[in-house]
């Protein structure tokens, strides 16, 4: 769906995977798997010319399946911000958070990333 300043964005992903290593010192389970559907909303809050203020919230939730350890729904949200101060130059940060599974164990995880982008 698209509107003057909203993009709204079904996603749709998955993978599968074969570790290699059972003595490995990181995780690397022998086989797993995961499916994930969710959805983007690509808010423009503010726009002059080269100039930009734009929001996104991202939720998306799935099956995620390890090999001696069943399967559990993983979900996860992210909010960001994305500042176009002109052409080449760009500042993004966002908070994500997500409830992974590793081993049968469920974590929390909560994240900050920040990028700063010059040039063309």
């Known amino acids: 769906m698209t509107r003057p300043h909203l993009l709204v964005d079904g996603l749709l992903g998955g993978y599968t995977s074969r570790g290699s290593r059972d003595d490995a010192p990181y995780f690397n389970p022998g086989r797993d ?11 423009i809050t503010w726009r002059h010319y080269d100039r930009h203020f734009r929001q996104r919230f991202t939720a998306s939730a799935g099956p995620y399946w390890q090999e001696s350890h069943g399967s559990a729904w993983v979900p996860q949200l992210r909010y960001e911000h994305e500042w176009r101060f002109g052409i080449g130059r760009l500042l993004q940060y966002g908070v994500n ?3 992974p599974v590793y081993d049968g164990v469920r974590e929390e995880r909560l994240g900050f990333d920040l990028a700063f982008r010059w040039g063309e």
């Open 33 to 43: 798997g995961s499916l994930r559907i969710g959805a983007r909303l690509d808010h």
């Open 97 to 99: 958070w997500s409830r």
